[in-house]
């Protein structure tokens, strides 16, 4: 089972580019979760979703738009990116059902010029 | 006063010492609690979940004191392999919900030969 996966690694981007970040999932968990890490702030919560078709935001979604057409995939959109977008993203789900514990991909590193 | 507050360190201790780590939540509803382990350019594992009653795993031991709203991570016998940033992580209740997990900052340890 390959667990979380997140695609691209690595990714370099202009001011104003589009992107999209995907997470993919084999452990078919309910929740999936977008988190940024940005120096000496910690994980910070972009959006959320508790289900196929369902998204919600979290602490930090300004800038980033999320789908969740299927239940093992949850995209991260960035329509124009900025300098403040740089960041590493990590992607995370959790069963739904047994509180809490989450598993997180590898994480994608984006930096934007 | 910030949802999550952990002293950022680092510790830098030597190998086979004791090594404690605390940690501070704001709500007083936060009903779950976890200690993450993050390595360096790696993504968050869970380490482990921290019960009202305290809980040991092999050299790790973790505590919750609910009245001053302080958890705690006490490892024995530090390894090399124990150096990596440890995240205090708490729900942080919103409504009538449990809400969302709030990631501390990270505390680092650095165990030397």
């Known amino acids: 089972n390959a667990g979380v996966t997140q695609t691209p690694k690595f990714r370099v981007l202009k001011t104003g580019q589009s992107m999209t970040l995907l997470c993919a999932q084999d452990?078919?968990?309910?929740?999936m979760y977008w988190y940024r890490q940005d120096p000496g702030m910690g994980l910070r919560l972009i959006h959320y979703s508790v289900g196929e078709g369902t998204t919600a935001k979290g602490e930090v979604p300004d800038g980033y738009n999320v789908s969740r057409l299927k239940k093992q995939n949850f995209l991260l959109g960035l329509e124009s990116a900025a300098p403040s977008q740089t960041s590493v993203y990590f992607c995370a789900t959790e069963t739904g059902t047994s509180g809490y514990e989450q598993y997180f991909g590898p994480g994608t590193r984006l930096t934007v010029t | 006063r910030k949802e999550v507050e952990q002293d950022p360190g680092p510790f830098n201790v030597p190998e086979g010492a004791t090594v404690a780590f605390n940690c501070t939540y704001s709500n007083s509803a936060s009903q779950s609690f976890f200690w993450y382990r993050q390595d360096c350019r790696k993504e968050p594992k869970l380490l482990m979940s921290?019960?009202?009653s305290g809980n040991e795993d092999g050299r790790f031991t973790a505590q919750l004191n609910r009245a001053s709203q302080y958890i705690s991570l006490l490892i024995r016998d530090s390894k090399l392999s124990d150096s990596a940033t440890y995240l205090c992580?708490?729900?942080?209740?919103?409504?009538?919900?449990?809400?969302?997990?709030?990631f501390g900052k990270g505390t680092k340890l650095s165990v030397k030969p």
């Open positions: 992580v708490v729900n942080m209740p919103l409504g009538g919900s449990q809400g969302n997990l709030i």
């Open positions: 452990m078919n968990h309910e929740y």
């Open positions: 921290v019960y009202s």
